[in-house]
Nanobody
Framework: QVQLVESGGGLVQPGGSLRLSCAAS????????MSWYRQAPGKERELVAA????????NYADSVKGRFTISRDNAKNTVYLQMNSLKPEDTAVYYC??????????WGQGTQVNVSS
């Protein structure tokens, strides 16, 4: 059974940091590209960051470049999103996604991030 379980969300003040984790099981994690998406109330889900299966290539939305870092540990079947210098506009539900071609795509259930003073 495929599972992606996000954790690490919560309430943080502007300028603070959070580290999200996504633990994967039920598939060959090291073969899948991983990404983080977010969805704010009333907005469409958007790509935040992505990383290739071996971790050699990453890309980021312009809105988070220089503040967020995606990484993965294939030995632990886990992908991370380090979020620094958080802003109120980063408030959203954050989802992790696993993809192997267009045929095998899995989503986690999401974790809420609230940035507020």
């Amino acid at each position: 059974q495929v599972q992606l379980v996000e954790s690490g969300g919560g309430l943080v003040q502007p300028g603070g940091s959070l580290r999200l984790s996504c633990a994967a099981s039920g598939f060959t994690f090291s073969s899948y590209a991983m990404s983080w998406y977010r969805q704010a109330p009333g907005k469409e889900r958007e790509l935040v960051a992505a990383i290739t299966s071996a971790g050699g290539i990453t890309n980021y939305a312009d809105s988070v470049k220089g503040r967020f870092t995606i990484s993965r540990d294939n030995a632990k079947n886990t992908v991370y999103l380090q979020m620094n210098s958080l802003k109120p506009e980063d408030t959203a539900v954050y989802y992790c996604k696993a993809a192997y071609s267009t045929w095998y795509v899995y989503w986690g259930q999401g974790t809420q991030v609230n940035v507020s003073s």
